[in-house]
């Protein structure tokens, strides 16, 4: 297992170019990454660039097609400036056989400037402990790539309640870069589908086309608890909802769109 998702190479112009590593593959397709790589390198850049005296509170990243194993450049911009409430967005690309790029992924983050509000700090979950871990940590048994990349601990629940797991990152992101806290929950949230599975994977491909991520406080540390439930809709779509949260407590929620098909 190599030690990064992916390579810094070069800057060129208004994008970053980085290598995938094999770290990044799904377990659906080794040919194509998962979820979790892009939307963790796009949300450290958009951290990188956050003013001065504000942090993100939400992030929306929308899954524009495959994302292949393969160097994509990546850019940033202000979406809507503000000193208050600001928008910035991520886009990744990758090449055609033609050289023409498109984009793979897009990711934005609303980043609000932060108060001294420690009075009157509330949330909705008392914090999820951690317990043994039962023995199948996901139901992708074998498959390569990002699944090797984490740590993974589901836990043993009642019939019927969520699914719940801890999941820690084992690589880095980009190269020897520093990882912070949010970076770090990045690279795991995105696998809130796979824990809160309710189908199959052998019968239903059943992959989300985006992750929402809303954080009404930021993570620390590098481990992240998930308790998350899909629902499946009568007509090929459906929801992954979660609850985040750190060694703390609550952190926030997370919910994913679904596309739902029979293996055939």
């Not at 390198?41 to 660039?49: C, D, P, Q």
Request: proline share 7%; aromatic share 6%; with cysteine.
């Amino acid at each position: 297992m190599t030690d990064a998702y992916y390579r810094r190479l070069r800057t060129d112009g208004e994008f970053e170019v980085f290598e995938s590593t094999g770290a990044t593959c799904s377990n659906w397709d080794a040919g194509i990454q998962h979820g979790s790589p892009p939307l963790a390198l796009m949300t450290k850049l958009i951290e990188e660039s956050a003013p001065p005296g504000q942090r993100i509170g939400r992030l929306v990243m929308d899954i524009l097609g495959a994302i292949p194993v393969v160097p994509l450049r990546v850019r940033t911009w202000v979406e809507r400036p503000g000193a208050r409430i600001s928008l910035r967005a991520a886009e990744m690309a990758a090449q055609r056989p033609d050289g023409s790029w498109r984009a793979v992924a897009r990711l934005s983050a609303w980043l609000l400037a932060t108060s001294d509000t420690g009075d009157v700090a509330t949330d909705r979950h008392r914090p999820l402990r951690e317990g043994p871990a039962r023995g199948d940590p996901h139901p992708w048994h074998g498959a390569p790539g990002y699944l090797d990349s984490i740590d993974w601990r589901r836990q043993h629940t009642p019939d019927g309640a969520d699914a719940e797991a801890w999941l820690s990152p084992l690589v880095k992101i980009v190269d020897a870069d520093d990882t912070t806290a949010l970076q770090r929950l990045a690279m795991v949230v995105d696998s809130a589908n796979g824990i809160g599975a309710v189908l199959d994977p052998a019968r239903f491909v059943f992959m989300n086309t985006d992750t929402a991520l809303h954080l009404h406080r930021l993570p620390v540390g590098a481990d992240f608890g998930l308790r998350s439930r899909a629902s499946i809709g009568p007509d090929g779509v459906g929801a992954t909802t979660t609850e985040v949260f750190d060694r703390q407590g609550f952190v926030g929620t997370c919910a994913q769109t679904l596309l739902v098909q029979r293996v055939s």
